[in-house]
């Protein structure tokens, strides 16, 4: 997949693109339903299969007391989009120029002008142009006067439940990730290199490898979870740990992970995935050492159990 950055970097050669748009904060299954469908479409039409999306989400620029952090990081996301066959991503930097543009000038200049759309597809509930103030009524009508066709794909639904970016943002908020990789139809996963510690861990039996604060992807509900940690394409059974450990010494946020039956393995400075399946229990501050090891054993066979070991 060719990535852009800025309309300029479009080939003068383009031929004609299916489109779709939007933030694409987490890759849902409903963003997967657009990606197959702009995919699928292209083949049929001969177009050139195209995503537009945003280095980083509106709020961060109109309101900034708003803002979330990103589910995703750049590389997770642009990682994840490439993998459902499209052709190219222009990914525009959504600055004030950007954020002033009327529904009628986003179209032309990016659409008609920039990619040279014959089809555009976008999801339910779809806004664009300035202050969101273009819905897709608006796009099928402009689709009119530019020659593009408008479509529009329904949202998708797991447990009865519409699956949003803000729900999966919300149910990691409360440590549900179970149900947030339904609806991502995937593992949550969040991806850092390996850094020194304070140690605790190994000294208490339980060694941890700590993840680098610039890691990317969304953090759930501080506590304690059942996954994976995988290292140099090896998936080992582990129990990830998100907080900020005040049984000791309160530090900055973080995640930790403790690899199951392994005590000697050397994750130190190398870039790791931390995978959570399901949630064991909430962040508590312990009155010691003991009471500490106690609870990490009982945690411990919940994550074996909740990973099927």
């Excluded at 031929?15 to 299954?29: E, N, Y």
């Excluded at 943002?169 to 850094?195: A, F, P």
Aim: charged share 25%.
């Amino acid at each position: 997949m060719q990535t852009l950055t800025s309309l300029s970097d479009i080939p003068n050669d383009l031929g004609s693109t299916a489109v779709t748009i939007g933030k694409f904060d987490c890759i849902h299954l409903g963003h997967q339903a657009l990606f197959t469908e702009v995919v699928d479409a292209a083949a049929n039409q001969n177009l050139v299969p195209t995503v537009v999306t945003f280095d980083r989400h509106p709020d961060h620029l109109l309101r900034p007391e708003r803002a979330k952090l990103p589910i995703l990081g750049p590389g997770q996301k642009a990682d994840l989009i490439s993998g459902f066959g499209l052709s190219m991503m222009l990914q525009l930097e959504f600055n004030k120029a950007l954020a002033d543009l009327s529904p009628e000038q986003f179209v032309k200049q990016i659409l008609v002008d920039g990619l040279k759309a014959k089809l555009v597809l976008v999801g339910e509930g779809f806004r664009f142009g300035n202050q969101g103030s273009g819905n897709f009524e608006l796009l099928k009508t402009l689709g009119r006067q530019h020659g593009f066709e408008a479509s529009e794909v329904k949202r998708v639904q797991v447990d009865g439940e519409i699956v949003s970016t803000t729900l999966v943002r919300e149910l990691l908020d409360t440590g549900n990730v179970k149900l947030v990789n339904k609806m991502l139809g995937r593992v949550h996963e969040v991806i850092g290199m390996v850094e020194h510690g304070l140690k605790i861990g190994r000294k208490i039996g339980f060694p941890t490898a700590n993840i680098a604060r610039d890691a990317e992807g969304y953090l759930p509900l501080d506590g304690v979870y059942a996954g994976w940690l995988v290292a140099d394409g090896i998936r080992y059974p582990a129990a990830h740990s998100v907080g900020i450990n005040e049984t000791f010494q309160a530090v900055p946020r973080l995640v930790e992970s403790h690899v199951l039956d392994e005590t000697e393995l050397d994750l130190y400075d190398k870039v790791v995935s931390l995978e959570f399946v399901d949630f064991v229990r909430p962040a508590a501050k312990f009155d010691g050492v003991e009471a500490l090891v106690r609870q990490i054993n009982l945690d411990l066979d919940v994550v074996r159990n909740q990973l099927g070991l």
